[in-house]
């Protein structure tokens, strides 16, 4: 099992470009997540799907749209992106709900220039 | 507003001694509480998850202690590797499945 992977791992945008990354899992997690990870801060959560075909906004959800494609994946899309999107970007999944341990991908490091 | 606290910052020690990090919250109610552990370049990845009624729980080397009338949580590593070398991070679910993240404590293993 790979568990939860991401891509790409590294990617480096110019102002007002957009882009796609991309989460699976192969876990049979009903709910998936998107987090971004700044320095010195917490985890915030981008946007999360609680089961296929549902999506709701979390924290910073700003900038950013995401699908849920079916079970198994779950993408973020930065439409135009600005230099305050620079950070890791990190998807995750679990069993259900938030109540449920989550397990993570590798991360995507992003910067946009 | 719902806030996670740790401390210290980061944290310097010698390879096999103990140690112990701290996580204050002001979650209330909550539902339970985590640590997770961050090596550089990589996702978190689940330490121990408990519950407000647990007191203790351990995982290998690692131990974490809550209580939950001084809202205060403590992870301690005991016999420290270089592996350990990573971030320690404690999250708090709230009554509302809203996960409140703490910032992380760097641990860094000296040989």
């Known amino acids: 099992n790979a568990g939860v992977t991401q891509t790409p791992k590294f990617q480096v945008l110019k102002t007002g470009q957009s882009m796609t990354l991309q989460c699976a899992q192969d876990?049979?997690?009903?709910?998936m997540y998107w987090y971004r990870q700044d320095p010195g801060m917490g985890l915030r959560l981008i946007y999360y799907s609680a089961s296929e075909g549902t999506t709701d906004k979390g924290e910073v959800p700003n900038g950013y749209n995401v699908s849920r494609l079916n079970k198994r994946e779950f993408s973020l899309r930065l439409e135009s992106a600005a230099p305050s999107q620079t950070s890791v970007y990190f998807c995750?999944?679990?069993?259900?709900?938030?109540?449920?341990?989550?397990?993570f991908g590798p991360g995507t490091r992003l910067t946009v220039l | 507003k719902n806030q996670v606290e740790q401390s210290p910052q980061s944290l310097i020690i010698l390879e096999g001694k103990n140690c112990t990090l701290q996580?204050?919250?002001?979650?209330?109610?909550?539902?339970?509480l985590r640590w997770y552990k961050q090596d550089t370049g990589r996702g978190p990845v689940s330490l121990t998850i408990?519950?407000?009624s647990e007191n203790t729980k351990s995982n290998g080397r690692y131990t974490a202690t809550l209580d939950a009338d001084t809202k205060q949580s403590s992870l301690h590593i005991t016999a420290s590797q270089l592996s350990d070398s990573a971030s320690y991070i404690c999250v708090v679910l709230d009554s509302n499945y809203q996960l409140i993240w703490g910032a992380g404590t760097k641990l860094i293993i000296k040989p």
């Open positions: 408990m519950t407000f």
């Open positions: 995750a999944s679990s069993d259900y709900s938030p109540i449920n341990e989550q397990f």
């Open positions: 996580c204050n919250y002001t979650v209330s109610p909550f539902s339970n």
């Open positions: 876990m049979n997690h009903n709910s």
